[in-house]
């Protein structure tokens, strides 16, 4: 009796099944291809690969807001500081979005401090620009330092609310590094599409899971999903999109100089410019005149002499690495880039 047991208890496990996020394809819940341990969060994470539509996704999958405002991730220390520059892959959008006339609305969800909204208020004077984010030290920062007007520290299912209560509707919604965070895709794009007026566009970007450079910084509690060129067009056709266009990102050779450090001091580059920047920019609480933001109002808005050398410091590290990130450019296609309508 009790082998018999065991042996129904074995078929139970084998037997289990799980739904692709995406397109409900039965996946076994054993048939995972990587784990992954966060010291962030302290879980152990499966990443899954769905046969039918390609997506990577993670289980468990719960987003935190509050580790992107209390900076568990360096990166967002830059945002915070609004020491970013334009992207390449925000430049993509300039490069292959269709010319439209008229007076129209775009939404940039996620939108971190507002480089991409300042590019568009300057490019397109037609467009009336909204944006979001749930980082509260960001939307301060896009009003604030660079005097941006419609940003709201909002997720996409609360600013949804706001939109429908105002009768909001938008032309272009556009989401940058965004739905690779996304604990539920279909949602996320469903929310979108409800914002869309007839015959809208969206427009965005995501990391490409087959680059070499995922494994920095491509995991939970980071990232939750994962896309490769074709997966992501298959994602957007399963949510009713068309006239889907991808493209890999073309990074400029800063950007590439940075990526190429990365590669070949891993994490211990990370833990180096997290040391720099920890260190040369921390700030004073006895100075903190910001309620939200942990930095001192001058020198999150002023010249101050630490900005001009952590900006020597990235120059001099991306001078250095300039001679590899041009022989690396034609393998390092880390970024894809996305446009199409409903």
Same mark, same amino acid.
Request: hydrophobic share 40%; net charge positive; aromatic share 16%.
């Given at each position: %009796?009790?082998?018999? =047991?065991?042996?129904?208890?074995?078929?139970?496990?084998?037997?289990?099944? @799980?739904?692709?996020?995406?397109?409900?394809?039965?996946?076994?819940? &054993? =048939?995972?291809?990587?784990?992954?341990?966060?010291?962030?969060?302290?879980?152990?994470? *499966?990443?899954?690969?769905?046969?039918?539509?390609?997506?990577?996704?993670?289980? #468990? +999958?719960?987003?935190?807001?509050?580790?992107?405002?209390?900076?568990?991730?360096?990166?967002?220390?830059?945002?915070?500081?609004?020491?970013?520059?334009?992207?390449?892959?925000?430049? %993509?959008?300039?490069?292959?979005?269709?010319?439209?006339?008229? $007076?129209?609305?775009?939404?940039?969800?996620?939108?971190?401090?507002? @480089?991409?909204?300042?590019?568009?208020?300057?490019?397109? #004077?037609?467009?009336e620009v909204y944006g979001i984010d749930f980082d509260r030290k960001s939307i301060?920062?896009?009003?604030?330092?660079?005097?941006?007007? =419609? /940003?709201?520290?909002?997720?996409?299912?609360?600013f949804y609310d706001y939109a429908v209560n105002r009768n909001l509707k938008f032309?272009?919604?556009?989401?940058?590094?965004?739905?690779?965070?996304?604990?539920? #895709? $279909?949602?996320?794009?469903?929310?979108?599409?409800?914002?869309? $007026?007839?015959?809208?566009?969206?427009?965005?970007?995501?990391?490409?899971?087959?680059?070499?450079?995922?494994?920095?910084?491509?995991?939970?509690?980071?990232?939750?999903?994962?896309?490769?060129?074709?997966?992501?067009?298959?994602?957007?056709?399963?949510?009713?999109?068309?006239?889907?266009? /991808?493209?890999?990102?073309?990074?400029?050779?800063? &950007?590439?100089?940075?990526?190429?450090?990365?590669?070949? @001091?891993? $994490?211990?580059?990370?833990?180096?410019?997290?040391?720099?920047?920890?260190?040369?920019?921390?700030?004073?609480?006895?100075?903190? *005149?910001?309620?939200?933001?942990?930095?001192?109002?001058?020198?999150?808005?002023?010249?101050?002499?630490?900005?001009?050398?952590?900006?020597?410091?990235?120059?001099? +590290?991306?001078?250095?690495?300039? #001679?590899?990130?041009?022989?690396?450019?034609?393998?390092?296609?880390?970024?894809?880039?996305?446009?199409? +309508?409903?």
């Amino acid at each position: %009796m009790d082998k018999i =047991n065991k042996r129904v208890d074995n078929l139970k496990f084998y037997n289990i099944n @799980m739904k692709c996020i995406v397109c409900n394809n039965s996946i076994k819940e &054993e =048939n995972f291809v990587e784990e992954y341990f966060s010291d962030i969060t302290k879980t152990k994470y *499966k990443l899954y690969l769905c046969s039918k539509c390609g997506i990577g996704f993670f289980e #468990p +999958r719960k987003l935190d807001p509050s580790l992107y405002e209390e900076e568990a991730f360096d990166a967002y220390i830059l945002f915070h500081l609004g020491l970013r520059s334009l992207y390449s892959n925000h430049r %993509m959008f300039f490069r292959y979005f269709p010319k439209l006339t008229g $007076n129209l609305k775009l939404l940039d969800v996620g939108c971190a401090e507002g @480089m991409f909204i300042k590019e568009v208020n300057k490019k397109f #004077p037609n467009i009336e620009v909204y944006g979001i984010d749930f980082d509260r030290k960001s939307i301060q920062v896009a009003k604030e330092k660079f005097g941006l007007k =419609n /940003v709201y520290p909002f997720s996409l299912e609360e600013f949804y609310d706001y939109a429908v209560n105002r009768n909001l509707k938008f032309d272009i919604i556009t989401f940058f590094e965004v739905l690779e965070h996304q604990t539920d #895709p $279909n949602k996320f794009l469903s929310i979108c599409k409800k914002l869309l $007026n007839t015959n809208g566009y969206i427009a965005g970007s995501v990391p490409n899971s087959k680059s070499i450079f995922k494994g920095l910084g491509g995991y939970p509690p980071h990232h939750f999903l994962w896309f490769n060129k074709d997966s992501l067009y298959n994602v957007l056709k399963i949510n009713g999109f068309k006239d889907i266009e /991808v493209y890999f990102v073309e990074q400029n050779i800063k &950007e590439l100089a940075s990526v190429a450090q990365a590669l070949i @001091m891993g $994490n211990l580059g990370l833990k180096l410019r997290s040391f720099v920047i920890k260190k040369l920019l921390k700030y004073d609480t006895t100075e903190n *005149k910001i309620s939200v933001n942990k930095y001192t109002a001058n020198y999150l808005f002023g010249n101050d002499w630490r900005i001009k050398i952590f900006k020597l410091i990235k120059f001099i +590290r991306d001078f250095s690495f300039i #001679p590899l990130a041009i022989f690396l450019k034609p393998f390092l296609k880390n970024g894809l880039y996305f446009q199409c +309508r409903i």
